[in-house]
């Protein structure tokens, strides 16, 4: 059942909203048909093909709802759908799916409320939870679903996939929604544990959705291999007590070598069919870091070339400073040093800890210690994340040896 | 069809129209003429003159000067037709090109009230 729920709800949802041409409509109905599945399955044994099975009992309520409905219709307006509207055969409808993510991640939108979406309405994930997973009241969460889909019916946001000369833009705009999703799940120490492996599965469960509807689109291809390899070293980033461990530190071995060929079959590919996108690159210097035997093997020169690449695609001043971290392992400490500074100068990461954690660590590998320790003290002061906090509290004053820096920022 | 209303924002300047290049005022007044190529329209549009000629009531007080004090003051609108949003924005790109914002948004109503009694549409 809760297989069935992930698997079949977009394309459930999808299916239904091609009647109800209403976003609210449709989801009611598929949760109900879920409620009625829970009901019925356990006791008649689940249908063959599950998916069909709902989508045809939650088309059946929504065309109920719909009739009910029909006089003291409230005036929201209805998705515009350039179609009729009558009932499209079953299998008509599975790229509908397309259709419901990009309208999810319009542009449009507010991009807390893309992703809120995107969870409730493709991943069919309920609204505490997604409450619990951003640490926000569940009547704020609701609240920003139900206002994101009054703007999607008021402002006639289409119920379309993107025509060709939007796609790229239209594309990027829903990878970015799923690796923030990602990166929630990644990064929200503060979060349960298993509310944050929800979030980090939703975020693949996407990317290896919109491969399966894009299967040309090289970024997307990028972005799954992207993740393919943060799953690959999930047990890997924390320690028995749940202190964070740098790349250098994690053990390598339990590396998911399955998951690492699959993404280093989507790189490979995708980076033969053309210049390569911000994902792909992403996703090519994880890929370089995970084949590596240990960290001291990495091959630097290959992953500053690919931050090259990066910057040139994606000038963003948090990947100038990824970027300095392998100048530090190409061309020595000194020189990333003076990267730093000028990104310091530049302003735009003042609030990031991250930037006086590496100019920390550069320092501590040129021996100046004392103002290694003045950096970490920045970094902390900027953190609000227990553990980060521990992790840049031990590195003040520690002298512990090192090999290849903390290469905090881990693909 | 969907009308939105597509509200115009421009710096003002001490000149006020004069300190436009004739070029891009041209530019404007051919918006229209786009717009119909790209299959929408434009039901009615209207300029503002600038915000220090405006005056403020609420409730019995009257003031000099526009309600809203902002860097790019609202300059103008127009209503536009539109098959949906995605059409729309397309649309206001094109006023984007000649004009320095704009905000797209759905009308709840829109009506042309005609003199002497005549019928409203």
């Known amino acids: ?411 | 069809m969907v009308q939105y209303a597509v509200l115009i924002f421009e710096r003002e300047t001490p000149g006020g129209l004069a300190d436009i290049p004739p070029e891009l005022t041209q530019a404007r007044f051919e918006l229209d003429q786009r717009i119909a190529e790209r299959g929408g329209r434009i039901l009615a549009g209207m300029a503002l003159d600038q915000t220090h000629t405006a005056t403020t009531v609420r409730g019995t007080a009257v003031t000099d000067g526009a309600f809203l004090e902002t860097k790019e003051a609202l300059a103008g609108l127009f209503v536009l037709e539109a098959r949906d949003l995605d059409h729309a924005l397309e649309l206001a790109r094109l006023a984007a090109q000649v004009h320095e914002i704009i905000e797209v948004r759905p009308l709840v109503g829109f009506e042309i009230v005609r003199r002497d009694g005549e019928d409203r549409s």
Request: proline share 5%; aromatic share 4%.
């Open chain 1, 1 to 411: 059942m809760a297989d069935a729920h992930r698997r079949e709800w977009a394309y459930v949802l999808a299916a239904t909203v091609r009647v109800t041409r209403d976003l609210d409509t449709a989801e009611e109905a598929v949760q109900e048909a879920y409620v009625r599945a829970l009901r019925t399955w356990p006791r008649d044994g689940v249908p063959d093909r599950p998916g069909a099975w709902l989508t045809t009992v939650a088309r059946r309520i929504a065309l109920n709802m719909a009739r009910d409905a029909q006089t003291l219709r409230t005036k929201l307006p209805l998705l515009l759908e350039p179609e009729a509207v009558e009932m499209p055969e079953i299998d008509d409808i599975v790229d509908d799916r397309l259709r419901l993510v990009f309208i999810c991640c319009h542009p449009a939108l507010a991009t807390e409320a893309r992703v809120a979406l995107t969870l409730r309405l493709v991943c069919g994930v309920a609204t505490p939870d997604i409450a619990r997973a951003f640490l926000l009241p569940e009547a704020t969460m609701a609240a920003r679903l139900t206002r994101a889909k009054k703007k999607i019916a008021a402002a006639r946001i289409p119920y379309v996939v993107p025509s060709p000369a939007d796609l790229p833009e239209r594309l990027d705009a829903v990878l970015t929604v799923i690796e923030l999703l990602h990166a929630v799940g990644h990064t929200a120490y503060s979060g349960e544990r298993l509310v944050r492996d929800e979030l980090t599965d939703r975020a693949l469960d996407l990317a290896r959705l919109l491969r399966d509807l894009l299967p040309r689109e090289r970024e997307v291809a990028g972005l799954l291999a992207l993740l393919l390899i943060h799953r690959a070293r999930r047990t890997t980033r924390t320690d028995a007590e749940g202190r964070l461990l740098t790349l250098a530190e994690q053990d390598r071995a339990r590396w998911d070598r399955g998951l690492i060929a699959e993404a280093d079959r989507l790189i490979v590919a995708a980076l033969r069919a053309g210049p390569p996108g911000r994902f792909t690159l992403q996703a090519a210097i994880a890929g370089v870091h995970a084949q590596a035997e240990s960290y001291a093997e990495t091959d630097w020169a290959q992953i500053l070339t690919l931050y090259d690449e990066l910057v040139r695609v994606w000038p963003s001043p948090v990947v100038a400073l990824n970027r300095a971290v392998a100048v530090s392992m190409v061309d020595g400490p000194a020189t990333a040093l003076a990267e730093i500074e000028e990104l310091e100068r530049d302003g735009r990461l003042a609030a990031y800890h991250y930037l006086p954690a590496t100019k920390a660590d550069l320092l501590r590998r040129l021996g100046r210690d004392a103002e290694a320790a003045d950096a970490y003290r920045t970094a902390l002061a900027l953190t609000a994340n227990a553990a980060e906090q521990a992790f840049l509290a031990g590195r003040i004053g520690s002298s512990r040896p090192d090999p290849g820096g903390d290469a905090r920022i881990d693909y």
